[in-house]
């Protein structure tokens, strides 16, 4: 047995780990050739086996992670990002994503779907980024839209997810502008000290 399946073993006696996600270790490391594929473990109960925690049941396999070195498959239990997460982004064809952009977003709750919805609205300017911090407050990629489409594009990145996540609207912003009642060349300070 290898030392990657003996210290999956290790992490689920310790606790670690749930079974769950022991079989999907297990599976991803079958890829390297040393196990069957389908074989899958189960906590034996002490009529079974004294000698051992864990007894092979065959079932097919959920997920194929042959693409994943050990050590990512361990980071991604480590902070908590599921195998059906990663199928997710492979399913939403983020195939041009790094392993470590599909960490940050599992890890923050940012789904491939929403993903997709910013590329789908063309938002191809936007930084991997900026696309994190838009999914994690909330501001959808079609507001960043109305914002363009209203004719704001000297606001900054930060102002127009300042502007979604308050929820002031595009309209609003340039109104203010049209009326000279907003100046977008004067900075924070400027305008509270007058």
Known sequence: MSEERIKVLEMLADGKITI????????ALSGAGESAPG????????????????E??????????NGFTFDQVI?????GVKPEFVHKVHEA???????NQIIEMGTVGV????????REAGL????????????????????VLKVREAGLTDLTFDQII?????????????????TRALDLTKGQDEISTQ
Do not use: C, W
């Open 20 to 27: 769950d996600q022991a079989n999907q270790l297990m599976e």
């Open 93 to 99: 064809g983020l195939t041009d994503l790094s392993f």
């Open 75 to 79: 980071a991604m239990g480590t902070v």
């Open 56 to 65: 092979p049941q065959q079932t097919p396999p959920q997920q194929d992670f």
């Open 111 to 118: 789904e491939p779907e929403f993903v997709l919805k910013v």
């Open 162 to 178: 300042q502007m979604g996540t308050v929820g002031v609207q595009p309209e609003f912003v340039r109104g203010m502008l049209d």
């Open 124 to 143: 191809t300017d936007l930084t991997f980024d900026q696309i994190i911090e838009m999914g994690t407050v909330g501001v959808e990629p079609e507001f």
């Open 39 to 54: 074989k899958r473990y189960e906590k034996s109960t002490p009529h079974e086996s004294t000698t051992t925690i864990l």
